[in-house]
């Protein structure tokens, strides 16, 4: 279990996280909302130590790992698929895979784990020898999921995984997250469709200008009034 505890965050003289306390527990899916600014990305880049944290502390199965270099945490289960996708679009689909298993030495464990990328996502074996930067934007996304589960992490945290996505492509991107999760993946998602991230999570946070303001189940805070105006367009 992933669990943060008053952790705070500052760029400058920004205080961009204020006391975060967030749990995510084995096997669920958690979600986060909020504005953009709000400090959503800064969680996640702090969990996997691309920012260092002023305060507080970030445990992982009990375990603190705050400060701990990235390499470091991405080796003990946590990765994180980054808003933008940030493929290497002038490598192939296989290359950008064997990347992503850059911390397994066993070849065979390799092809291992590219198999149930590709079983997971089919149309990246069609495309495995073509040029990520040819790819559409929904494949793309497929792609930097892929790569992020080449490692078989055990949290898997996302930012932003539909942006700028059309709403089919973006459903079948949110299915397969549900796919991912029943496969005994936890995950913690940022997603700036409220909606959809609201319906598949277990349960969820709402981030306002570096502060947790509200926390309860997907399905009490997507019947909330105050939630459906703010976040929810109605």
């Known amino acids: 279990m992933l669990k943060l505890e008053a952790l705070s965050v500052y760029y400058g003289g920004i205080h961009a996280l204020q006391g975060i306390d967030l749990e995510v527990a084995d096997g669920k899916i958690v979600t986060l909302i909020g504005a953009n600014g709000a400090g959503?990305?800064?969680?996640?880049?702090?969990?996997?130590?691309?920012?260092?944290?002023?305060?507080?502390?970030?445990l992982w199965d009990g375990e603190d790992i705050t400060g701990r270099d990235t390499k470091d945490i991405v080796s003990m289960g946590l990765v994180l698929i980054p808003e933008g996708r940030r493929i290497f679009p002038n490598l192939t689909v296989d290359e950008n895979l064997k990347l992503g298993a850059y911390a397994i030495k066993d070849?065979?464990?390799?092809?291992?784990?590219?198999?149930?990328?590709?079983?997971?996502?089919?149309?990246?074996?069609?495309?495995m020898r073509q040029h990520a930067g040819t790819l559409s934007?929904?494949?793309?996304?497929?792609?930097?999921?892929a790569r992020g589960l080449m490692t078989s992490p055990k949290l898997l945290m996302l930012d932003e995984p539909s942006l700028?996505?059309?709403?089919?492509?973006?459903?079948?991107?949110?299915?397969?997250?549900?796919?991912i999760n029943?496969?005994?993946?936890?995950?913690?998602?940022?997603?700036?469709?409220?909606?959809?991230?609201?319906?598949?999570?277990?349960?969820?946070?709402?981030?306002?200008?570096g502060v947790i303001t509200m926390q309860d189940t997907g399905s009490a805070l997507l019947k909330d009034d105050g939630i459906r105006r703010a976040y929810l367009g109605e």
């Open 182 to 209: 029943r496969n005994g993946t936890t995950i913690l998602l940022i997603e700036q469709n409220a909606h959809a991230a609201l319906e598949i999570a277990d349960y969820a946070y709402v981030l306002e200008t």
């Open 137 to 145: 934007g929904g494949e793309q996304q497929m792609l930097a999921a």
């Open 107 to 127: 070849g065979g464990e390799i092809k291992k784990s590219r198999e149930r990328c590709f079983d997971l996502f089919p149309r990246l074996r069609e495309r």
């Open 40 to 58: 959503k990305s800064t969680m996640l880049n702090t969990i996997v130590g691309l920012v260092k944290s002023s305060s507080g502390r970030i």
């Open 164 to 179: 700028g996505l059309a709403p089919l492509v973006s459903k079948m991107i949110f299915d397969i997250i549900g796919e």
